[in-house]
């Protein structure tokens, strides 16, 4: 019995097949099929059996399973805590972030981090741009994810860094409606649609001044949550105003179901995210680590 056995056991039980883990793992079917048969030998029972529904567990491997994914996240910590023996990337983060990032790039920057330095504790949270400036300022957080104007400046407390990330706005609206035949749709030609709110204080902010000078949006729903927002502009129930990031990849786009247009003032400028460090941070090089892999 070896660590590559339990590992291909590992991985055979997440697939339920043995042909897609042995893609996984980069090794032939023939040679993973093989390694398990030599296990199930040494143990005496089969963990697996084939059917057409897949390669799933027998009753003994059900019970042996959970037992391997253990020694498997043993070794996992053991080799983790020798690793930060060597290392200079100790400590904790405590990192707060607007709802973008933490929809498009936190988690897949925090997965490879914690394959890197699984030893790190990394707290995450989402919260709202002034706040996290105020966290920051005060010092009660490590890292601050905001997005920023392009000559936005903070105070002497505050260290920008920025994320190489920028995003425009984009008009979104159901598949075929009349606006799409604008190439660009200004303010005062939507204000006779359903609008649907995205409910955060940075579009407030910018609907605000609009509403003050131009009378009020037809406001029909409000949420905070990007997948309700879209896929309610999906449903013909109103049209809203999002950030292009926030539809990169999402399927309604992929599938024509969502439109989206260039829309002008008060949202003709992008944005620049970038993330907020106190100058009398601690775990310096742990914060800088981590913003690298914010960039890539």
Request: glycine share 4%; no cysteine.
């Amino acid at each position: 019995m070896n660590f590559e056995q339990l590992s291909y056991v590992k991985k055979i039980y997440e697939l339920e097949s043995i042909v897609h883990a042995s893609e996984a793992m980069h090794i032939s079917q023939s040679a993973m099929s093989q390694s398990i048969a030599n296990l199930e030998s040494e143990l005496g029972y089969k963990i697996f059996n084939r059917s057409r529904k897949g390669t799933l567990p027998t009753e003994v491997g059900k019970r042996l399973i959970p037992l391997i994914i253990d020694i498997l996240e043993a070794q996992t910590s053991l080799l983790s805590e020798v690793e930060a023996l060597h290392s200079n990337i100790k400590g904790s983060l405590k990192i707060a972030t607007i709802p973008t990032l933490f929809n498009k790039i936190v988690p897949k920057a925090l997965s490879n981090f914690k394959k890197d330095y699984a030893h790190i504790d990394v707290e995450v949270f989402e919260s709202d741009r002034q706040e996290i400036i105020k966290m920051i300022e005060n010092n009660e957080i490590d890292i601050g994810l905001i997005g920023k104007t392009e000559n936005e400046t903070f105070s002497h407390h505050i260290v920008p860094h920025s994320l190489n990330l920028s995003t425009d706005f984009k008009l979104i609206v159901p598949k075929k409606s009349k606006l799409s035949l604008k190439s660009m749709v200004e303010m005062e030609s939507i204000k006779q649609f359903p609008f649907v709110l995205y409910d955060r204080n940075f579009y407030h902010n910018n609907f605000k001044a609009f509403e003050d000078e131009n009378g009020p949006l037809k406001i029909v729903f409000r949420t905070n949550n990007p997948s309700v927002l879209i896929k309610t502009v999906s449903e013909g129930l109103g049209v809203s105003i999002v950030s292009s990031l926030m539809l990169e990849d999402d399927p309604f786009i992929l599938n024509g179901l969502i439109e989206m247009l260039p829309i002008g003032s008060p949202f003709d400028y992008y944005i620049y995210f970038t993330a907020l460090t106190n100058v009398d941070r601690v775990n310096e090089q742990t914060i800088r680590t981590f913003i690298e892999y914010l960039k890539n």
